[in-house]
Nanobody
Framework: QVQLVESGGGLVQAGGSLRLSCADS????????MGWFRRAPGKEREFLAA????????YYADSVKGRFTISRDNAKNTMYLQMNSLTSEDTGVYYC?????????????????WGQGTQVTVSS
């Protein structure tokens, strides 16, 4: 059974950085892609970034492009999100997700497994 566990969230000042991790501790299948999503206060969950697990190709939402970097360590079954130049707009709960099949696009409903989320708060 796939079990995704996020870590690395916390409180950071505007302009600062954080690195989130997502470990798949119980993976029994090969992921096609893994991604990061965010739910900001009062907003819908939004896609941030994704990585194709085998090829390593990456995809970003315009809102984080140039500031966030997604990466993965296949040997550790772990995905990362390096977040730089954080602003108060980046405050929210961050979720990692995975899916085992190819699907065009990165809508949240195309992901099968989700972590419990980790809170990121950026103080201005």
């Amino acid at each position: 059974q796939v079990q995704l566990v996020e870590s690395g969230g916390g409180l950071v000042q505007a302009g600062g950085s954080l690195r989130l991790s997502c470990a798949d501790s119980g993976r029994t299948f090969s992921s096609n892609a893994m991604g990061w999503f965010r739910r900001a206060p009062g907003k819908e969950r939004e896609f941030l970034a994704a990585v194709n697990w085998s090829r390593g190709s990456t995809y970003y939402a315009d809102s984080v492009k140039g500031r966030f970097t997604i990466s993965r360590d296949n040997a550790k079954n772990t995905m990362y999100l390096q977040m730089n130049s954080l602003t108060s707009e980046d405050t929210g709960v961050y979720y990692c997700a995975s899916r085992g099949r190819f699907v065009a696009g990165f809508a949240s409903q195309t992901f099968d497994y989700w972590g419990q989320g980790t809170q990121v708060t950026v103080s201005s």
